[in-house]
């Protein structure tokens, strides 16, 4: 058996010293922004896990932008854990195998949990360690808050306004943040990046405008870096395209 103890990454809870009731319990393998080993007992009838917004703070949140806000849901039934995939935009998989959303299935020892095809992983059991624990109060989520991005775009004007700074956009610049934020929230194929940042290119082998991806990554890179990392939240999914995760202001 693969065990993933503890590893210090979770905050200690008015319980530390003590032991919980058992009944089940997860630890996070991967899922900004907690780290690896993090540990929560699900000891409430429903525990929601999503993506922390302004709108709406799930019981257990996450901040990449890939998992939706109401991804899905555990419940306790008949001294069984059940989980529920909420009709995720990107997907619940449990072992492996996709779920089918609004369907139960009850969950076993061991299972391993991925969200949005592992940019979140969860390790399942029923099992408890021999030992006190320091638990990650699911209470610490509710704290969080969604930055609030100083940011306003003015598309005529190719340039964006970040803290009061305006800074013009270049042609490609310009092109490449239009179609990440035309899709806000949403993944942005590789090939719908080239095609409408580089029209001028001759297609390539499968019709795709030929550029390479070290000539898009350091566009990328370019707008990070010029604008700020916290300005643009762009986040790559490895040979599919790139999300933009935004709540920005345009006119």
């Not at 310009?174 to 409408?196: D, F, G, Q, T, W």
Request: proline share 6%; net charge neutral; aromatic share 10%.
């Amino acid at each position: 058996m693969e065990s993933f103890p503890n590893t210090g990454g979770s905050l200690p809870s008015q319980t530390e010293g003590t032991r919980l009731e058992n009944f089940a319990c997860l630890y996070v393998i991967r899922g900004e922004p907690y780290r690896s080993g993090t540990y929560v007992n699900l000891t409430a009838d429903e525990t929601l896990f999503g993506r922390v917004s302004n709108r709406m703070t799930p019981d257990l949140a996450f901040t990449n932008a890939f998992i939706s806000r109401r991804h899905f849901v555990i419940r306790k039934e008949r001294d069984k854990a059940v989980l529920y995939d909420l009709g995720s935009r990107h997907g619940t998989e449990i072992n492996g195998a996709r779920l089918t959303p609004h369907y139960p299935y009850p969950l076993n020892n061991f299972d391993i949990i991925k969200l949005a095809k592992g940019m979140a992983v969860l390790h399942f059991t029923y099992s408890f360690a021999d030992h006190t624990l320091e638990i990650e109060p699911l209470s610490i989520t509710r704290q969080m808050e969604v930055p609030q991005l100083p940011l306003t775009i003015h598309w005529e004007k190719r340039e964006c306004v970040v803290e009061g700074k305006r800074i013009p956009m270049s042609e490609k610049e310009y092109l490449l943040i239009r179609v990440l934020h035309e899709n806000a929230n949403r993944l942005v194929p590789l090939e719908e990046i080239k095609s409408r940042v580089w029209p001028e290119r001759s297609p390539g082998a499968e019709g795709v405008p030929d550029v390479t991806l070290d000539e898009l990554n350091a566009l990328i890179y370019r707008v990070r870096k010029k604008y700020g990392k916290d300005t643009f939240l762009i986040s790559a999914v490895r040979g599919s395209g790139y999300v933009l995760e935004s709540e920005s202001k345009s006119s």
